[in-house]
Nanobody, 126 residues
Framework: QVQLVESGGGLVQAGGSLRLSCAAS????????MGWFRQAPGKEREFVAA????????YYSDSVKGRFYISRDNAKNTVYLQMNSLKAEDTAVYYC???????????????????WGQGTQVTVSS
């Protein structure tokens, strides 16, 4: 079974930094595009960042570009989200996602991904 397990969430002051981790199992990690979405209460899930191994490119939403950075360690089957200069509006549950190889180039939509983690809460105080 494919499993994505997020960790690293918590409470942080505005302007601070936090690093999220996502450990993946049950898939050939290096072949899958990996990404992050987030969801605040009462809002739809929002794209945050993704990495495509086939294209070799990273993708970021305008709201986080320049502050958040996605990376991956294929040897550890782990994807990371480094979050800097955090703002109160970054408060949300953050989800790790995986996209099947050959499933298209829809990196920005939740419908473009096949597997989701349970999420980890990030709360930014102001």
């Amino acid at each position: 079974q494919v499993q994505l397990v997020e960790s690293g969430g918590g409470l942080v002051q505005a302007g601070g930094s936090l690093r999220l981790s996502c450990a993946a199992s049950g898939l050939t990690f290096s072949r899958y595009a990996m990404g992050w979405f987030r969801q605040a209460p009462g809002k739809e899930r929002e794209f945050v960042a993704a990495f495509s191994p086939t294209i070799g490119s990273t993708y970021y939403s305008d709201s986080v570009k320049g502050r958040f950075y996605i990376s991956r360690d294929n040897a550890k089957n782990t994807v990371y989200l480094q979050m800097n200069s955090l703002k109160a509006e970054d408060t949300a549950v953050y989800y790790c996602v995986a996209k099947n190889p050959g499933s298209g180039r829809d990196y920005y939509s939740p419908d473009g991904y096949n597997y989701w983690g349970q999420g980890t809460q990030v709360t930014v105080s102001s």
